[in-house]
């Protein structure tokens, strides 16, 4: 075999343990790796995780090259940049001449069919490894799960528990339970010190990177500087570490709490390394239970933080390629309403709302239960055509990727997937989000009122929801308890309500403001 193999690098398979690079010959392969429109346009990227994707592709490449390898790298401010990664890869075939071409599966399907192309349609071999950088092969899952009436992320957990030796004595979880999600639902004391994400100064590199991002997507999504993030496996290790020591700990309790200011409380905001390839997640689950076992941190913070990685990351991840490529289309609720204006400008009287875009707009993140319970469930109450919601999330955060955002936005959040992913709607009005933060003191509506021009609008929508759907839901046991509720309400209190509704979802869409 004469020539050298292309192993193709792709933005979010910056590891050097990634299996295309560990089967590859620095003295004889070529990395290929591109930055392309195509990769900075499918989705409305934020410009933070653009400029976060670019800077740390450079590094990385950097870093190979330093290391002895051969690394093709284009530019997305080339003279004439490829506008593809199908275009990347066909101008490296024909400046390299390769024997042939290694990939790693990429993230999407979208990619994967690119791919699968390629070993179809090139007069070249080409070989596409499984990511063994996730904890559950693709296959692996889709046999977990054949036959099961039902997908529960608790069931798969305990398997991935057992598989891996995590936090486990003896055969049984530490502790005596598998899960300690109980102690982790409450609401944040008023005079709590949250510890702040390890913040990393730009190098040149980074300001290079920035300075392009500023130049070519000055009508992107989101705020630009100040920049922080971790651009290297480096630096993201020392994020890591911080967190280790300083949020783990508090983790577990206030996990589901949100608190008007405080924009990152005692969560890791590691989830952009992790799925880019700068963070290992069978090291992250292994380094907190070390934190557990040394007596740095307490049980429920630990096992909470190993089930969001070693259960819910890789069930998602699961459930994406099992159900194939018309998952981001379904629809089940028959949701059609057009994404309100006030996702992209944060311009909304809802504090709660606000707090969450505002600080998706500055940081490229928010927590899971703003991602959950605030601006999912407000899409969800409000009937947001679900692919639209779908491509927003994609966009904005930093950490997202199809294989994980879909199935948390498309399932878990908008029960489009019809509850393969969860059993029940996440739906629900102001009293949880007053019950979880502090955001309704300050509010200009009032989370207690039901109807009315002041009351919270996630009242009134919360019940038009459930009134939509009570064909669906009236027989999940889960959620039937809330019709038996409405059905004991005044008639005059249901109408108020209903009344409300009509208002509120009236105003949005003609645009005013909410
Ligand atoms: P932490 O709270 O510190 O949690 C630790 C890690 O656990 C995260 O870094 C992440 O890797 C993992 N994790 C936690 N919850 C989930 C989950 N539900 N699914 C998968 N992994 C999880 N996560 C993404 O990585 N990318 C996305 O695009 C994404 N989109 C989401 C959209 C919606 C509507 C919802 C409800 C959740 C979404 N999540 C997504 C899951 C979760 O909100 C983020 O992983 C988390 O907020 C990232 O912040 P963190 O790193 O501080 O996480
Ligand atoms: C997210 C992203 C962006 C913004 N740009 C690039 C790029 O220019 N080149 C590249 O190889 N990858 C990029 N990525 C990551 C890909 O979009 C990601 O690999 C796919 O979405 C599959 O997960």
């Known amino acids: 075999m004469s020539g050298p193999r292309l192993i193709l ?57 330093a290391d002895g390898w051969r690394v093709d790298y284009a530019r997305l401010d080339d003279p004439d940049p490829a506008p593809s990664i199908e275009d990347a890869m066909t101008r490296a075939i024909v400046r390299h001449s390769p024997a042939g071409l290694v990939c790693t599966e990429p993230g999407e399907w979208r990619l994967q069919r690119v791919m699968e192309g390629w070993t179809t349609r090139l007069d070249l071999p080409c070989r596409i490894f499984a990511d063994t950088r996730f904890l559950c092969a693709r296959d692996a899952f889709a046999e977990w799960a054949e036959g099961r009436k039902s997908l529960r992320m608790e069931y798969f957990y305990r398997e991935m528990r057992r598989a891996h030796d995590l936090l486990m004595q003896d055969g049984d979880p530490v502790g005596g339970a598998w899960n300690f999600d109980a102690e982790n639902r409450k609401k944040a004391p008023r005079d709590a010190v949250f510890p702040s994400p390890l913040k990393i100064a730009p190098d040149a590199i980074t300001e290079e990177v920035l300075a392009m991002v500023e130049a070519r997507f000055p009508e992107s999504f989101g705020v630009l500087r100040p920049f922080w993030f971790a651009v290297t496996a480096r630096d993201a290790a020392r994020a890591a570490d911080h967190f280790m020591a300083n949020a783990l700990p508090g983790f577990g309790d206030v996990q589901d709490a949100m608190v008007e200011d405080e924009r990152f409380l005692n969560h890791s905001v590691l989830g952009q390394y992790l799925n880019a390839g700068l963070l290992n997640p069978l090291d992250l689950c292994r380094r907190a239970e070390a934190a557990y076992r040394a007596g740095d941190a307490p049980l429920n913070a630990v096992e909470g933080y190993v089930r969001q990685i070693l259960g819910w990351r890789e069930f998602m991840r699961g459930i994406y390629w099992r159900e194939g490529e018309d998952y981001i289309h379904r629809n089940v609720l028959g949701a059609t309403r057009a994404l309100p204006e006030f996702y992209w400008t944060g311009d909304t009287d809802m504090a709660c709302m606000k707090a969450a875009i505002d600080q998706t707009r500055t940081e490229a993140y928010a927590h899971h239960i703003q991602r959950l319970m605030v601006t999912g469930n407000f899409a969800l109450l409000a009937g947001v055509n679900p692919h639209q919601v779908h491509e927003w999330y994609l966009g904005v955060y930093a950490d997202a990727y199809e294989w994980v955002e879909a199935p948390n936005v498309i399932g878990m959040s908008q029960f489009a997937d019809g509850g393969i992913v969860g059993s029940k709607p996440y739906a629900a009005s102001g009293a949880y989000i007053d019950r979880m933060s502090d955001h309704c003191r300050g509010c200009r509506y009032d989370v207690k009122k039901k109807s009315g021009p002041d009351a919270c609008p996630m009242n009134p929508l919360y019940w038009d929801f459930m009134l939509r759907h009570r064909d669906r839901f009236a027989s999940n046991p889960r959620v039937a308890r809330a019709y038996s509720t409405w ?26 403001r909410i």
């Not at 900075?40 to 592709?57: I, Q, W």
């Not at 309500?497 to 979802?505: D, K, P």
């Open 487 to 512: 059905d004991r309400m005044a008639e005059d209190t249901r109408a108020a309500s209903r009344l409300s509704a009509g208002a509120v979802l009236a105003r949005l869409d003609a645009g005013e």
């Open 9 to 65: 690098i792709l933005g979010d398979q910056l590891s050097r343990d990634l299996p295309s690079l560990v089967a590859a010959d620095p003295a004889r392969d070529v990395v290929v790796m591109a930055e392309v429109f195509e990769e900075a346009s499918y989705a409305p990227h934020h410009v933070k995780k653009l400029a976060f994707v670019f800077s740390a592709m450079r590094h990385f490449a950097q870093d190979l090259r």
